[in-house]
């Protein structure tokens, strides 16, 4: 019998490729449990949607009796968390969507998630048609991210250990969620598992995020906008490298565990975009042809910082490592050239988003 997971946030940029890799894998059943803001898209999961192994629920974390509902019904094996609002320009102009999702939704998935829990058997109940869970194998992991860590300076890295320092709405409202999980962990015993990672790219990636930004504000010749003197360091991780690890901290993962999660691939915001620029001229000579430029680097254009910018994030993900034997597939110069490569070939998934939801404009600056 397949063990089931129900997914929160799996129609976003990282849950998509989440579940695009756990059907294909085929060991697994999947609920989806999404409230479609502005960043779920079920596009991103066409290529699984027919799948027998596929579920999805129009569902807000922070509706309890809908959450309660789906819990009983899929009775899963295992929550993997990532339903938030993710996007930290968005909680500078508006943070209390993020103090809702993210702070309260979580809290209120954990709750029901803890009913749900202590109702399970301590054996595994092949009594009914629907195999459930046994309650000492039951897992709730909780995506995170190293914002929660603060800001570095030039040397060191975000381990474990590393006391959280939020500076920003979005990163204050995700410590929070972490701090919550440790605490129904450590007050009522929910087996639970939480990975804070660092800056993900790859396919499907919204374009209000720097690198699909770049490229599709590229591709139509408008401004490239750096931050600053962009000079700010972020390292990057390819998006079906954390699915894997992800769900490696599922399978092997020790409850009440945190695992940090990087790609080991630090750039400042100007290389990635000169990287960008660099991959799109050996591309696509011919767009660069239409629009009258030697190289997409002529349209960098440096802007206001972000308020309160962190200057650097990296990682230490030698514990995921070391204990769950996880190592990326990609670095970011292969990596890059498959996602540049990706949205050149797939105009059908980020034109309408470009037309309807968002065209690129600046973002976080109240
Ligand atoms: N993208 C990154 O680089 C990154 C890095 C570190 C951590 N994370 C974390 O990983 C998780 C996923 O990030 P992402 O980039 O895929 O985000 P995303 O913004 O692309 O997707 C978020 C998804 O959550 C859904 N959602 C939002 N509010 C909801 C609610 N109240 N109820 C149910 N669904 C809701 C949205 O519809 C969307 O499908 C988040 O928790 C984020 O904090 C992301």
Redesign the pocket.
Known sequence: MKKRVLV????????SALIRYLVKRGEIKILN?????Y???LESLQEVADSGDYRFVH????DAPSVKEALNDFQPHAIMH??????VDRSIDGPSAFIQ?NVV?TAVLLECATEYWRGLPESEDQSSTLSRARKSDFRFLH?????VYGSLGAEGLFREETHYDPRSPYSAS?AASDHLLMAWHHTYGLPVLMTN????YGPFH?PE?LIPLVILNALEGKPLPVYGRGDHVRDWLFVDDHAKALTLVLEKGAPGEKYNVGGNNERTNLQVVETICDTLDQLCPDYLQRLNLKSFRELITFVADRPGHDQRYAIDASKVRSKLGWSPEENFDTGIVKTVQWYLDNGWWWQPIRAKKYSGQRLGTK
């Open positions: 929160t946030g799996g129609a976003g940029f990282i849950g449990l999404d409230k479609l803001t960043a779920g898209n569902a807000d974390i922070c990532l339903a938030a609002e993710s996007h999702t939704g995506i995170s991210t190293d914002e995700k990672c660092s800056n993900n919204f995020k």
